[in-house]
């Protein structure tokens, strides 16, 4: 039951977003910017958890994510100087992220542990 509210939840902010991106694409960047997945995310963990411990680690390794995950939108960016287009800026925005993975991971560890 919990998989299935957590499942309902999410997708119906995620299926607003994309509506409201067609209607008014800057308003939906905003909303999408916002830490709603977190907003989601920690109370529907620390409920089926149960524990406060980890759900502030949660929250810890979240806030260190953040500026962090804002490399996959570099590449966007740099689009039009690096004559880039979509496909290739989002390709080297994924790329991006498995090193701020590493990145972030040693943070967390080194503030964290």
Do not use: K
Not at 46 to 75: C, D, K, N, Q, Y
Request: proline residues 5%; charged residues 10%.
């Amino acid at each position: 039951m919990t998989l299935a509210l957590n499942v309902l939840v999410s997708a119906l902010v995620i299926g607003f977003a994309s509506w409201l991106s067609g209607r008014l694409p800057a308003l939906a960047g905003f909303f999408v910017a916002l830490p709603l997945a977190t907003m989601l995310v920690l109370p529907l963990s620390f409920r089926e958890h149960g524990s406060e411990e980890s759900t502030l680690l949660l929250a810890r390794s979240i806030f260190v994510a953040i500026p962090i995950s804002l490399t996959f939108f570099l590449p966007f960016l740099l689009a039009e100087r690096w004559s880039l287009g979509f496909w290739q800026a989002y390709a080297m925005g994924c790329a991006a992220l498995p090193l701020g993975f590493l990145l972030h991971r040693a943070v967390v560890r080194a503030l964290f542990s």
